[in-house]
């Protein structure tokens, strides 16, 4: 893939993450690091505290290189990585301890937001 439809592809997969975080969690979700800056900026901001959004709109895919590079830009947030094939469901990688600190800001959302 060239490095331009590559990139207009995460683009786009992050956009769809955002739309995918708003449906759920009913919270305003964007791009992030397009919008807002920063290499250590999350591509999808969401109001949802505590959680560092990164989105992997690939075929390939490695969960560890991926939440590795999440974990070093989210600082004190839940690094929480979100990958998708063509023609295939949204799934989530997180470091299993990472769950309990994950739950807790996704209650209080969802308990907002129901």
Known sequence: MSGRRSKRKGAEGERELAREISRLF???????????????????????PGV?????????FNAYDALQQAQSDAGESVPVVAHRRNSRPWIVCLYLDDLP???VPLY??????A
């Open 101 to 103: 600190r994950l739950a």
């Open 26 to 48: 009913g919270v305003e979700a964007c791009r992030g690091r397009q919008y807002h800056g920063g290499s250590d900026s999350p591509d999808v901001r969401a109001a949802i």
């Open 108 to 113: 209080l959302t969802l308990s907002e937001n």
């Open 52 to 60: 560092h959004w990164e989105s992997k709109r690939a075929e390939r």
